[in-house]
């Protein structure tokens, strides 16, 4: 049963505006959330990451808001450009066991110049 | 951001063969992790150590078998490979248990 959620496949934005990239989780002991950006063939980057006791973190352009109550992140950027484009992993760890992440299925973003 | 390497990037072998993907990291971190990625799917974890000698199989069942001999090092192994083992292998490793560094990852195709 998959704990992460991103249930946009693909997102299209223009270059300029802002992206706004959804994660739901259904794990209430998941305590510490990250986003990566991936391209194909390479492993993940890290890009920023929150924790539980945040609602809101920011890096640069990328803003990570956390709504627990509503088991939700999202991941904002101001503004996008063409080369963010990419498939974004929303991610989330386990307090207990491996500390392992749990990661969603991604979305594919695309910045249109 | 942690120095993070995997060998072979690709490989394409046939079927029974018994294969290694290298993982080795330069930043003394403890924990290191092995996921499986299919296209489109979400990354599972097949393996994890602590250290030195730790090994531990993650959620998603695998026939692959790892090692940690040393810190820096972290191989993963498949004595017979199956076409059901094509996919893409991501290393990991964290200093802290927070944030996990990837390496590029290795796409591997078994005919």
């Known amino acids: 049963d998959q704990q992460v959620k991103q249930n946009s496949p693909s997102l299209s934005v223009q270059e300029g505006r802002i992206s706004i990239l959804n994660c739901d989780y259904t794990?209430?002991?998941?305590?510490?959330f990250l986003w990566y950006k991936k391209y194909p063939a390479e492993g993940p980057t890290f890009l920023i990451s929150?924790?539980?006791?945040?609602d809101k973190n920011e890096d640069g352009r990328f803003t990570v808001f956390l709504n627990k109550s509503a088991k939700h992140l999202s991941l904002h950027i101001v503004p996008s450009q063409p080369g963010d484009s990419a498939v974004y992993f929303c991610?989330?760890?386990?307090?207990?066991?491996?500390?392992?992440?749990?990661f969603g299925t991604g979305t594919r973003l695309t910045v249109i110049p | 951001e942690a120095d993070i390497y995997q060998t072979p990037r690709y490989l394409v072998i046939g079927t029974g063969k018994k294969i290694t993907l290298e993982c080795s990291q330069t930043?003394?971190?403890?924990?290191m992790y092995w996921y499986q990625q299919d296209p489109g799917m979400e990354l599972h974890l097949i393996h994890y150590?602590?250290?030195?000698?730790?090994?531990e199989k993650g959620d998603l069942s695998s026939e692959s078998t790892v090692s940690r001999i040393r810190t820096e090092h972290f191989p993963l192994t498949l004595e017979s490979a199956r076409p059901s083992h094509t996919s893409q292998y991501l290393c990991?490793?964290?200093?802290?248990?927070?944030?996990?560094?990837f390496g590029p990852g290795t796409r591997l195709t078994v005919l």
């Open positions: 929150i924790s539980s006791i945040k």
């Open positions: 990991a490793s964290t200093p802290s248990g927070d944030t996990q560094y």
């Open positions: 794990n209430s002991m998941f305590d510490y």
């Open positions: 991610a989330a760890r386990a307090q207990t066991g491996a500390n392992n992440l749990f």
């Open positions: 150590s602590y250290g030195v000698n730790s090994t």
């Open positions: 930043m003394g971190h403890d924990k």
